[in-house]
């Protein structure tokens, strides 16, 4: 059963076929999944939803299958944790990290996006996966793809992290990497796509793909007992994930499923050195400038974002704001988090807890008020950032008086009383 109406056009409202369809043909608009909430509402009850298996697909009614989905089963719900220590060094009184670091089976929330975009192209009759990726997207369409026996194509920018690209090789996916950056990988990626007649899972069936991250938020609004918080900060690459957390609150909301109003105020978050969206906002603009992005946070260098416009919308609707960091802040956000929270984000955490730290000090976010902080990707497949960062160990030999003469000499070894 599947309450999936139709695609419809984000700015004229035409009405598409469930098809492979990305872009309007009377304006070129986005084209967004639309649902029969009518329906939807009179048989999604919180009973409904806590009565099904911890993962993503009890939300199944708000997402875009006409069948049950046919890879992916346990992606999702993934850890709300309540950040006791990060809340007395921030100074603040309620602060959650959602952490999608642990998502099955590639550590990233691209996990929920791909097990959508790879059942639906299934459905659709597609025998070829493929994607254009800053890394974790790779990851996860390399590892949804082999899991259901279809051969993949990655397409990727050259000077990818080297376990990105590692866990990618390694499901058997066909990966060609790019002289060039992301954004020019995705361009090329439009004329394949054409051409070859794959799904490419953030391009041509870019409005399915896309649902894959309400499950983002509804499963926030679960988690936190049938609320939404005050603030959420989350990190923004082509801007999808930021729009997508915004439309699953308000779906929640006119489902009838929160206790309390829609009141969240939504903040972005990016790398300064690759900060489009929080440019335009900052500047008050709705016109996305396009950059060459320069930064650690790969899996966020997006210069020319596709969901740039309305992610800098859902930031003005909701009173949020974008903020930015640069590459030492977000390598100390990166310690920060791990040394209070024992959580290893990787670099975009760094990015989306430097942009909170940030917010929180310029007070647009009240120290008092609850606080979601996303956290959307694992360290350990970004090591290379914190190389020459963190201190080594030292090498002794194994000999207790060495041991002993390292408690004595050197201060961080020095036994705690
Ligand atoms: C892709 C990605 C994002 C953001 O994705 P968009 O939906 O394109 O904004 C955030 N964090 C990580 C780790 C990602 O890989
Ligand atoms: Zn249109």
């Known amino acids: 059963m599947s309450y999936m109406k139709s695609l419809k056009c984000r700015e004229c409202g035409k009405d598409y076929a469930k098809e492979a369809l990305h872009v309007c043909e009377l304006c070129f608009g986005p084209l967004e999944v639309s649902y029969e909430y009518d329906k939807i509402k009179k048989i999604l009850s919180r ?10 697909w009890r939300y199944k009614e708000l997402l875009p299958l006409d069948n049950e ?3 992916g089963g346990e992606v999702g719900f993934t850890p709300l944790v309540r950040a006791k220590n990060l809340e007395k060094a921030l100074g603040v009184k309620e602060l959650y990290i959602k952490n999608d670091a642990v998502n099955f089976p590639t550590l990233s929330f691209k996990d929920r996006v791909v ?6 192209a299934r459905e659709m009759g597609f025998t070829t996966m493929a994607c254009a990726s800053t890394g974790n997207l790779a990851n996860s369409v390399a590892a949804n793809s082999a899991a259901c026996g279809m051969p993949s194509y990655v397409f990727i920018p050259y000077d990818l992290e080297q376990t990105k690209i590692l866990g990618t090789l390694v499901y058997g996916s066909n990966v060609v990497s790019i002289k060039g950056t992301y954004d020019e990988v995705n361009r090329l990626c439009s004329e394949i796509a054409g051409k070859y007649g794959w799904a490419f899972v953030n391009i ?4 399915y793909y896309a649902e894959g991250s309400k499950t983002f938020g509804y499963e926030i609004a679960e988690q936190l007992g049938w609320k939404l918080p005050k603030n959420i900060v989350v990190p923004m690459a082509g801007g999808s994930l930021i729009t997508k957390i915004w439309k699953a609150f308000k779906e929640f909301h006119t489902l009838g499923l929160l206790d309390g109003g829609l009141d969240t105020k939504v903040y972005g978050a990016q790398a300064t050195g690759c900060a489009p969206i929080v440019t335009a906002v900052k500047e008050g603009t709705e016109l996305i400038r396009p950059v060459r992005p320069n930064t650690i946070a790969k899996s966020l260098a997006i210069g020319n974002p596709a969901d740039g416009y309305y992610s800098a919308k859902v930031m003005r609707e909701t009173g949020g704001w974008g903020e930015d960091v640069s590459d030492d802040e977000i390598i100390d956000s990166m310690k920060l988090l791990a040394e209070t929270e024992g959580i290893f984000a990787e670099t975009a955490g760094g990015v989306t807890l430097g942009v909170t730290r940030k917010l929180i000090d310029q007070k647009r976010i009240p120290k008092d008020e609850s606080i979601v902080v996303c956290i959307t990707g694992n360290g350990l497949k970004t090591q290379e950032a914190l ?31």
């Open 47 to 56: 009973d409904v939803i806590t009565a099904r298996r911890p993962n993503m």
């Open 387 to 417: 190389n020459g960062k963190i201190v080594q160990p030292v090498v002794i030999n194994a000999k207790l008086a060495e041991f002993d003469d390292l408690v004595r000499t050197e201060k961080r070894y020095a036994v705690k009383a």
């Open 204 to 207: 041509n069936i870019r409005p």
């Open 115 to 120: 097990s959508v975009a790879v059942s639906r």
């Open 69 to 71: 989905p046919s890879v």
